[in-house]
């Protein structure tokens, strides 16, 4: 068994990098990402404005942009649950205006939703339902007003739907109000898919039902409309809600092949990776395909999700953005595994996407000269650059490689945070890690090689909770020497500009300002004074290093093209062959404990990772 599973791991290690090409980097993922002209109307809201919402749902209802109206409104609504403001104020300004009702509606039933959670009605306290129910009867008003004021739009009617579940309206009434929003557009998703959930065995209906209705509105569905995903959902709502697995033989088993082979034909029919419209249901087919076993057709959709990962599926297992990570991680370590050791990977896709363009920026900020840390990052397993900020500190980040070192490719996905553990390790001073994306900001402590707190400021989020703040505040002022806390609190509570608070948090500690550029290119110190880069090294250069490197100086660049003697390429050989058989029989032998058997093996490696790197530095040198 120990043996089995040496080999496993042997082949992830070797086969994780390649099996992962096209896909997007772990930090450049984001749930639910807004485009350009709703992430401008959410900015403006969280800062008071609503007029460019105004504007933006005004074009999709002059426009008949029903399915894009459903997604800006119900995003709005969920804004407002953190931001209201700009909500009243719109309302106030214009109460008769169809948009500011509709998402007024939308949000009493987020706010309702919100109070009852997603919990099953035995887990939902009494008090939690009666709040439930009121805030639901708060929206009835509102609905009908928004249905009015815009008698084509069906997205009232989608609404109501969601409305009608949750008050657990007759069959008549559903009945009713999808028969409205089928008249205003009879292949609207959403409210297909909310008609779906009503219909669904934990509701108000049966899988038998449930599939019945999905299948039918699929046939009736035009090509390339979203609605062929529709049986898809009905399938994956199954799967999930039978906890002990389907029964054998599985009942619906040829209905669920048949939905997912339809959604990868619908995947297939649009262009390219990373499309914000198909999304949705390549989230929910990437996990429908791990649940039936499907590692290989995953991985294509997952490369084909790109950044866009969706809260619906992965809320029902936990933390969305968190579960689809690790669903990803365990597709491609489930591939790796499967290969032989000195087999060859698939082929990669034809051309692969850039997604550097996409992917948070970072910078660390450090209260130690430059030459210090070099010095503590010599065994980091990455390249990084570094350049002085005045008053002893630095600035450091990451430098992108085409090809990432072994050890790089043991630890997290995100490489300046998984440096800056390392060189922080047995050092007195801490790292202050900075992160950037249009829609958030963070920043994350380390000192003594952990990660000692981290605050995140989400300009759609409300204000943390104050003793969460209060603790990070602490945490901070302890690390960075600052005094009073307090201020550093105020700053962690704030909302409305993650950029200008991330700022202001810097400035607070008393570090060095962000570097000018931040959140721009992805390398921004490369034009700063005295800034200088540390080349990777190998974990045998590294130590070299960090033996001999004088204190105080900048450690110089590693490697050196000097040849390789036959005596030099014999005895390491030989030493590989040895060494590797004996790990092997270390690991089959049950008188040998685990220990010598894992010094056995990471002395092979590393002989097999200095042959390899010897034997590419010679190719390059040929060629």
Not at 214 to 221: D, H
Not at 355 to 367: E, H, N, T
Not at 376 to 381: N, Q, V
Request: aromatic share 8%.
């Amino acid at each position: 068994m120990r043996l089995v599973f040496l080999v496993s791991f042997l082949r992830i290690l070797r086969h994780r990098d390649a099996i992962g090409i096209g896909l997007a980097p772990d930090e450049a993922v984001v749930l639910d990402p807004p485009d350009a002209p709703l992430r401008a109307a959410l900015t403006a809201a969280t800062a008071g404005d609503h007029a460019p919402a105004r504007e933006l749902l005004a074009s999709t209802r002059v426009h008949a942009q029903w399915e894009r109206r459903d997604a800006y409104v119900s995003r709005l609504a969920r804004t407002a649950l953190h931001h209201d403001g700009w909500l009243d104020a719109w309302v106030a300004e214009s109460p008769d205006d169809p948009d500011a009702l509709l998402v007024v509606a939308d949000f009493h039933l987020h706010q309702a939703w919100k109070v009852r959670t997603g919990s099953r009605a035995r887990d939902v306290e009494q008090d939690q339902f009666q709040a439930f129910f009121a805030l639901l009867e708060d929206a009835v008003p509102v609905i009908g007003a928004a249905a009015e004021l815009n008698p084509a739009d069906p997205v009232p009617w989608r609404i109501a739907l969601t409305h009608a579940r949750g008050m657990q309206a007759p069959r008549e009434v559903f009945d009713a109000y999808l028969a409205e929003a089928e008249a205003r557009d009879p292949h609207h998703y959403g409210c297909h898919a909310q008609a779906l959930e009503y219909l669904c065995a934990k509701w108000y209906g049966s899988h038998e039902e449930m599939f019945r209705y999905a299948e039918r509105v699929a046939a009736s569905a035009p090509p390339g409309s979203k609605l062929h995903a529709l049986p898809l959902r009905a399938a994956l709502e199954y799967r999930l809600s039978e906890a002990d697995g389907p029964e054998d033989p599985d009942p619906y088993g040829p209905r669920v092949e048949a939905a997912i082979t339809r959604a990868l034909s619908l995947s297939d029919t649009y262009a390219g990776a990373g499309d914000r419209e198909a999304a949705g249901f390549r989230n929910d087919l990437a996990l429908m395909l791990i649940l039936c076993d499907r590692p290989d057709e995953a991985l294509d959709v997952f490369r084909a999700i790109g950044v866009h990962a969706t809260e619906h599926p992965w809320n029902r297992l936990g933390d969305p953005r968190t579960e689809f990570l690790e669903a990803r991680s365990d597709v491609r370590l489930d591939l790796a595994a499967r290969i032989p050791l000195f087999g060859r990977p698939p082929e990669p896709p034809a051309t692969t996407p850039d997604w550097a363009d996409l992917a948070p920026r970072a910078v660390a900020i450090v209260p130690a000269p430059p030459a210090a840390v070099a010095q503590a990052a010599l065994l980091c397993g990455f390249s990084l650059r570094t350049a002085p900020t005045g008053e002893g500190s630095s600035y450091v980040e990451v430098v992108p490689e085409a090809a990432r070192g072994r050890r790089a490719a043991l630890l997290p996905e995100e490489p300046l945070t998984s440096a800056a553990e390392t060189f922080t390790t047995g050092e007195s001073w801490p790292a202050l890690v900075l992160h950037r994306t249009p829609e958030r900001c963070t920043v994350t402590a380390l000192h003594q090689g952990r990660q000692r707190t981290t605050h995140t400021w989400d300009a759609e989020s409300p204000a943390p909770d104050h003793a969460d703040v209060k603790a990070v505040a602490g945490e901070l002022a302890q690390l960075f020497g600052v005094t009073d806390p307090r201020p550093l609190a105020h700053i962690l509570r704030a909302t409305g500009d993650p950029v200008r608070h991330q700022a202001d948090l810097v400035t607070a500690l008393g570090l060095p300002p962000v570097p000018p550029g931040f959140g721009g290119d992805t390398e921004i110190l490369g034009e700063l004074p005295g800034a200088r880069v540390q080349a990777r090294r190998s974990l045998l250069a590294g130590m070299r290093d960090t033996m001999t490197t004088s204190t105080g100086s900048h450690p110089p660049e590693s490697g050196d093209g000097a040849p390789r003697t036959a005596r030099w390429w014999l005895t390491r050989s030989a030493a590989l062959a040895a060494v590797g058989a004996a790990a092997v029989f270390s690991w089959w032998s049950p008188q040998i404990g685990w220990f010598r058997s894992s010094l056995l093996s990471c002395s092979a490696l590393y002989l097999a990772g200095v042959l390899t790197a010897a034997l590419r530095r010679r190719r390059r040198t040929a060629a």
